[in-house]
């Protein structure tokens, strides 16, 4: 395998785990406000105005930001997409990778510790395989 498609494949690699890894944590640590959804009936089961809100539904609102609702669905899907288009020998663009390396250097700046940097190192793995001498080992 060609050095860009392997950068690739790790940057992918790293997206997918940091992503399901999220949203596998979200659902062991908040089960209960998961499981509520469906026996709510799912249609409305996190309200957007929380300011009339208990504590439970500050929690159950939190529960959604910090799972199905954050950027770890986009961030596995970035990955599977990043996985396939190196499996094709198509280049991803540097600034998808500039991108996704400022993002998760601003968030491992706000919440530290955390493994936002992980994602900063996916970030500029794009860019080196972008940026790489030979475009044409990605094809």
Known sequence: MKSGRRLLRWASGIMVVLGLGHLSLVAMTAWT????????????????????????????????????????????????????????????????GWGLAAWCAVGGVLLVPSPYFAGTVAGLLVVLAARTKDRAALR
Do not use: E, K
């Open 33 to 96: 406000d998961v499981a509520g959804w469906a026996d709510r009936g799912v249609w409305a089961a996190v309200p957007l105005d929380l300011s009339t809100g208990t504590a439970g539904s500050l929690r159950n609102a939190l529960t959604f930001w910090a799972g199905p609702g954050s950027f770890a669905v986009p961030l596995v899907l970035l990955g599977c997409l990043t996985w396939r288009l190196a499996g094709r020998g198509v280049a991803v663009p540097a600034g998808i």
